[in-house]
T-cell receptor, first 108, second 116 residues
Framework: GQSLEQPSEVTAVEGAIVQINCTYQ??????LSWYQQHDGGAPTFLSY????GLEETGRFSSFLSRSDSYGYLLLQELQMKDSASYFC?????????FGKGTRLHILP | EAEVAQSPRYKITEKSQAVAFWCDPI?????LYWYRQILGQGPELLVQ????????DSQLPKDRFSAERLKGVDSTLKIQPAELGDSAMYLC??????????????FGPGTRLTVL
């Protein structure tokens, strides 16, 4: 079955805050990563959580709750350039698996 | 700034033909990954190398796909024969390999393959 679940699309307004959720299957889990991919571009690394809690990097933060098999990416002060696809990825059973991605649409 | 290089950027071929993609990782990166990404999907790992050794090729269709990293530096991914369903973006990524699979991966620009 699908190892990772994330919404296919999210829409938010410029300047606002948006949260992109990711749930995963628990077995063999070692950590959760987030990647950003603009149309026609390559994925770029945003963050990695191995332990529970919040990791902050500028406008982006990532959260992990291993007990809930859940994580999220939080984007603050949204800018038009944040329009992209966002992928969560897990290390599960020694394999790296990417989610199908969340397309973030930002309205002016 | 160091980057992962890939060539060609675009490749159009007819089914049953052979194609090859090349990747040069960031210098010093021990781990190299080949991914396939279909439009609207996440990257799917095809093969992972640690230096010159294959660590994981469980998702590689070995009847038609092959990959090598002979000197533990650059790598080649080959498809022979190509099928219509192979049309996708082929991404190469590399990492230091210190934290294992959750190292930050640096992706190349990809090769977009179209099979006619």
């Amino acid at each position: 079955g699908q190892s990772l679940e994330q919404p296919s699309e999210v829409t938010a307004v410029e300047g606002a805050i948006v949260q992109i959720n990711c749930t995963y299957q628990t077995s063999g889990f070692y950590g959760l990563s987030w990647y950003q991919q603009h149309d026609g571009g390559a994925p770029t690394f945003l963050s990695y959580n191995a332990l529970d809690g919040l990791e902050e990097t500028g406008r982006f933060s990532s959260f992990l709750s291993r007990s809930d098999s859940y994580g999220y990416l939080l984007l603050q002060e949204l800018q038009m350039k944040d329009s992209a696809s966002y992928f969560c990825a897990v290390n599960r059973d020694d394999k790296i698996i990417f989610g199908k991605g969340t397309r973030l649409h930002i309205l002016p | 700034e160091a980057e992962v290089a890939q060539s060609p950027r675009y490749k159009i071929t007819e089914k049953s033909q052979a194609v090859a993609f090349w990747c040069d990782p960031i210098s010093g990166h021990a781990t190299l990954y080949w991914y396939r990404q279909i439009l609207g999907q996440g990257p799917e790992l095809l093969v992972q190398f640690q230096d010159e050794s294959v660590v994981d090729d469980s998702q590689l269709p070995k009847d038609r796909f092959s990959a090598e990293r002979l000197k533990g530096v650059d790598s080649t991914l080959k498809i022979q024969p190509a099928e219509l369903g192979d049309s996708a973006m082929y991404l190469c990524a590399s990492s230091f390999g210190i934290q294992g699979l959750m190292d930050e991966q640096f992706f190349g620009p990809g090769t977009r393959l179209t099979v006619l």
